[in-house]
């Protein structure tokens, strides 16, 4: 099994990162007043990775010629999860609950690959940029 993340996932992967790692380093520093703003753009940042992460499921998903019904209901609850969290929930709980929702994403990517529909190297690349985005979500979160 080749686990060797191929160089456009990986560079483009950590790229996904400079938006969060950038908003919370401007929330926890508060550069220029600007940290409720960097901490809404994280938000919605972390909201549309989560939407992504679901759709890359729904592909995986339905590789095979009969889908399965759980499978693809669990891809659509990271699109609706956090719609939900940013539209009912103030910013600190939206925070926490989409850090908690990233970090427990490698669960369905781990799944995902035992069952063979996704490649060899997606867990190795999906659980350190889901641990980095919960930290900065985290991070987002508990600055003020």
Not at 43 to 48: E, H, I, K, M, T
Not at 68 to 81: E, F, K, N
């Amino acid at each position: 099994m080749n686990r060797r993340i191929p160089p456009a996932p990986l560079v483009l992967g950590l790229a996904g990162l400079i938006p969060p790692i950038a908003g919370a380093l401007v929330m926890c520093l508060n550069y220029s007043g600007l940290g409720v703003v960097a901490r809404e753009a994280v938000l919605l940042y972390a909201a549309l990775i989560a939407s992504f992460l679901g759709g890359s499921w729904w592909g995986f998903a339905s590789r095979t010629e009969r889908p399965s019904w759980l499978l693809l209901i669990v891809s659509v609850i990271p699109s609706l999860a956090p719609w939900a969290m940013l539209l009912a929930l103030p910013s600190l709980e939206a925070g926490a609950g989409l850090a908690l929702l990233i970090l427990l994403t490698p669960l369905v990517d781990w799944r995902l690959q035992r069952m063979g529909l996704a490649p060899p190297w997606w867990l190795w690349l999906r659980v350190p940029l889901s641990i980095m985005l919960g930290v900065a979500l985290l991070f987002v979160t508990l600055c003020r």
